[in-house]
């Protein structure tokens, strides 16, 4: 089997396309890749990493304003776009595969187009609540649109062929345990809040955090491991200031960022994070309750959607970033890690909706298409 993916610009597409790689590459190992991605992406560092082949075409998305740079771009951004179609229909013929996977980014626009025009059997798979608009756009023509979310179909063309297969999650966090994560991490039975805001960082998420870690310092009631980000190397003279020296405060573990997430996610007893897609996913996984403060600055608002998902469900208390700040941050946690009752409710909710066989599911659907 020939297997051609296209996906990009954010981890939050890159890493479902390179979940749904590995897992079939586990179940076929004869199986040939082929990544397609946008040439200076980040898809390239990570598809190499991962060990498949990439190939590049340049592709950017519209801007919105009116200004004559906004102007520029866009006009840039069509020719591109017909550059790039051209460049995928090239590749595609070299390789040919015998289904096309787009995980969303502008890349898998003109990576699907072409593959839909030329009768190559493709999918598409949608990570959020509120699809992209590459993904809109492909929906009428993919064979399967294959969704994390049953509330996403109705964004979409109702036109299209749908199935819910849920985000592909990491075997780790399905195998990670919670007394044996606590040990390695060195906590105890006092509640374990666990906050981050992406691998740069969330201002806004950083600066609230950091009056409620000031706190816990003090009272000892929380165990803290927060992640501030590479972007933001001034969080620790932060908290120096408020009075906390972290090296002599035995209940907070405060890095630049996370690399054991599976095990500081099975210790905790509330997140406190962003909304994105993949970690709703994880946190639904392993029933974890949520304070969720959606980034607005993302494409479609999609993290608020992601969000309310979850809210809706009782599985997450939502703050918007307009309302954050130290105060009301420190109370939606204490509301929930001090009311035993709400936080297992949270709990057993979060775990009701996860997926966790999406990998089995895709690869079915894949399957499933190639035979007919």
């Not at 550059?83 to 626009?109: L, M, Q, R, W």
């Not at 985000?167 to 906590?187: C, D, G, H, T, V």
């Not at 479609?300 to 941050?329: F, P």
Request: hydrophobic fraction near 40%; charge should be positive; include cysteine.
């Amino acid at each position: 089997m020939k297997v051609l993916l296209a996906g990009g610009g954010t981890a939050g597409h890159i890493n479902p396309a390179l979940a749904i790689a590995s897992y079939i590459k586990e179940k076929e190992p004869d199986t040939e890749f082929l990544f397609i991605g946008n040439k200076g992406g980040m898809e390239e560092t990570l598809v190499t990493k991962a060990g498949f082949p990439i190939k590049t075409v340049v592709i950017s998305g519209f801007y919105r304003g009116f200004k004559v740079s906004d102007i520029v771009h866009n006009v840039k951004t069509v020719h591109r776009s017909f550059i790039s179609k051209h460049k995928a229909k090239n590749i595609i013929k070299e390789f040919k595969p015998d289904i096309c996977i787009g995980t969303g980014g502008y890349v898998s626009g003109p990576v699907l187009l072409a593959a839909t025009r030329m009768g190559i059997p493709s999918v598409i798979h949608e990570q959020n609540a509120f699809p992209g608009i590459t993904n809109k756009m492909l929906a009428k023509d993919a064979d399967v649109v294959m969704l994390a979310i049953e509330d996403a179909k109705k964004h979409f063309t109702q036109k299209a062929k749908f199935a819910v297969t849920g985000n592909p999650i990491r075997p780790q966090i399905l195998k990670a345990n919670r007394e044996q994560s606590r040990k390695e991490l060195n906590l105890d039975e006092r509640p374990v809040i666990l906050s981050f805001g992406g691998s740069l960082g969330a201002k806004c998420i950083n600066e609230s955090m950091a009056q409620l870690i000031a706190r816990s310092a003090k009272d000892g009631k929380y165990q803290h491991i927060h992640a501030y980000g590479q972007g933001a190397t001034d969080f620790p003279d932060m908290l120096k200031s408020l009075g906390v020296d972290i090296n002599s405060c035995e209940n907070l573990d405060i890095r630049p960022f996370i690399d054991d997430m599976p095990r500081c996610m099975a210790a905790c007893d509330l997140v406190v994070s962003r909304a994105g897609a993949i970690t709703l996913s994880e946190v639904q996984a392993m029933g974890k309750p949520c304070v969720l403060i959606p980034s607005p600055y993302v494409a479609e608002n999609h993290q608020y959607h992601n969000a309310m998902s979850m809210v809706n469900k009782k599985a997450a208390s939502i703050i918007e970033e307009k309302n954050l700040n130290g105060d009301v941050l420190s109370k939606a946690v204490d509301d929930l890690v001090l009311d035993k009752a709400m936080l297992a409710e949270y709990s057993k909710n979060a775990q009701n909706m996860a997926i966790i066989d999406a990998n089995e599911r895709i690869y079915k659907i894949i399957k499933d298409l190639l035979k007919k």
